[in-house]
């Protein structure tokens, strides 16, 4: 549906790209980054808005890189929303349709979709849009977007000024539109949950380059490069050297841990960040069996600190053989259940499984 060719623009001192992707018809792809990494530019970069230095788009397999935005049958959502003080809900929601020329039986039936879909009927006939609700605004300028049937729709941090509750309604709705109607997302949001929430594939920008791309489970559990590690929150990142290969191909590192993932060209002696997150980290519980995956890795230590979070708890736990301090999230149920206090001893094991290793370079950030 849409592929990018190392796509490359600038504004002001900053430089996007360049950037390579390719987008499925139907699919959903949220770029995922903090602000100032370029996201909006690099949608604007994408539709037209913004001129590219260099590189390619295409769309529908047709090379879209000269041709106006209005020509290339996308819509797009921007933050402000940009509905018309003046005109109605119908109106504007009708806008973009008629600005199109698209037959008016066509889309007085796309508007009953999608007031079905978005639930607009009782808000449909207001005359006054400055009188409705943060939410009420967003899906209305979402149908507005929708209805003249684009191939594309390109949303610019959507819900970053609504309140939870809303945000996670119109959240699910854009699920199902993208079930419903098929049509290709590419979403930008600087929100983590949201990102995993909704995309099928999340693309990692930083710094004005999609430094990883993938699906939920391989950004979240598996980062390939430290700036990623560190926006995506992994508390538990260790500076250490590779000790051993062993005969399965992982690593033995210097500071006791055991079995993490190897990567290309790994040695003994290499430099590596090996880390986990912290909801992965198991406490060993005396009472119970040990499973075969919970043998390795195993470390005795004490509470240090506790942290209380909305629907988690984090222990700070000190580790005694080395003096570092590991994060370990529970679930407030679990925290109820194990009933632990600062100075509490313990012993917790970091799967095996759940460990990712990156080779350090020269000028990565010590961690």
Known sequence: MIRIEQLTTRQGSFTLGPIDLDLGESSYLTILGPSGAG????LEACM??????????WINGTDVTH??????HISYLPQ???LFPHLGVKENILFGARHRKVDKELAESRLGELLDLLDLHGIVNRHDVTSLSGGEKQRVALARALLPGPRLLFLDEPFSALDATIRRQLQVSLREINRQLGVTILHVTHDQEEAFMLGERIAVMIAGRLRQIGDRDNIYYQPESLDVA?????QNIYDTTVAAIAADGSLQMENSITGAPSYPGAQVGDHVAVGIRSEEIVIIRSNKPIGPELQQNLFDG????ILAFGGTHTLIVEVLSTGTCVD???PNCAMRDLGYNIGDELQICLRRHSLWTIKKEVND???
């Open 365 to 367: 950030v010590a961690v």
């Open 39 to 42: 996201k909006t530019l690099f």
């Open 80 to 82: 402000d929303l940009a």
């Open 328 to 330: 370990v999230e529970l």
């Open 302 to 305: 004490t509470v240090k600190d």
């Open 230 to 234: 560190n926006f995506l929150r992994n």
């Open 67 to 72: 041709i106006p935005p209005e020509q290339r």
């Open 48 to 57: 037209g808005l913004l001129t590219a230095h260099s590189g390619r788009v």
